[in-house]
């Protein structure tokens, strides 16, 4: 089944614990992309990989990290959590390649809480 | 960033009655304008999408329409159905096509 699958679903952390949110694709597409949900704020875009070890800044990347060191995984870190980063998050992937143009097949999600 | 508004925030709608969200863009190099649907709790899913080529869409009860001169798009939902009821986010391509930007979303509520 073609699927995008983020592991873990619910976490809860601690301030300044260094973590790990992982994506993982089985349609082998070349743009992923990672997302927080907040209400009122819609969705609203942290980082994308338009291709393997190509990575760029979305609209809130401060206190984030990624790689793309294999086409299906995209990892989202983030070095020391602060209760800000309080979100529901979710990875997204698509055929797009270079131009978004197709639609994103997005994992489940992982709600994140930082005390 | 690039703006997207959406509008109205909230829709409640009698079952059979039809649904009209807009959704307005500032990018004018957008071409790629797809809607989801995020049902409670659950993840966002595409339901219908338009390039900029066409003026208009139809997927059964679902439609969208565009108009490209004046920056927006439309959702339209005929004969709602309770199953319709859930938070729609319009999601143009901008920064060059590089990202989708989204809306923040309308909560459609179809009441019986």
């Known amino acids: 089944e073609a699927q995008v699958t983020q592991n873990p679903r619910y976490l809860i952390t601690v301030t300044g614990k260094k973590l790990t949110v992982t994506c993982s694709q089985n349609?082998?597409?070349?743009?992923m992309s990672w997302y927080r949900q907040d209400p009122g704020l819609g969705l609203r875009q942290i980082y994308y990989?338009?291709?393997?070890?190509?990575?760029d800044k979305g609209d809130v990347p401060e206190g984030y990290k990624v790689s793309r060191k294999e086409k299906r995984n995209f990892p989202l870190i983030l070095e020391s959590p602060s209760p800000n980063q309080t979100s529901l998050y979710f990875c997204?992937?698509?055929?797009?390649?270079?131009?978004?143009?197709?639609?994103?097949?997005f994992g489940s999600g992982t709600r994140l809480t930082v005390v | 960033g690039e703006n997207v508004e959406q509008h109205p925030s909230t829709l409640s709608v009698q079952e059979g009655d039809s649904a009209v969200i807009k959704c307005t863009y500032s990018?004018?190099?957008?071409?790629?304008f797809p809607w989801y649907k995020q049902e409670l709790g659950k993840r966002p899913q595409l339901i219908i999408d338009?390039?900029?080529?066409?003026g208009e869409k139809k997927d059964q009860r679902i439609a969208v329409t565009l108009n490209k001169t004046a920056k927006h798009f439309s959702l339209h939902i005929t004969e709602t159905q309770p199953e319709d009821s859930a938070v729609y986010f319009c999601?143009?391509?901008?920064?060059?096509?590089?990202?989708?930007?989204f809306g923040t979303g309308t909560q459609l509520k179809v009441e019986l």
């Open positions: 999601a143009p391509n901008t920064g060059g096509g590089n990202k989708l930007t």
């Open positions: 990018d004018s190099a957008s071409n790629y």
């Open positions: 349609m082998n597409h070349e743009y």
């Open positions: 990989s338009m291709n393997v070890e190509v990575t």
């Open positions: 997204a992937s698509s055929l797009g390649g270079a131009r978004t143009n197709y639609g994103y097949t």
């Open positions: 338009i390039r900029s080529n066409v």
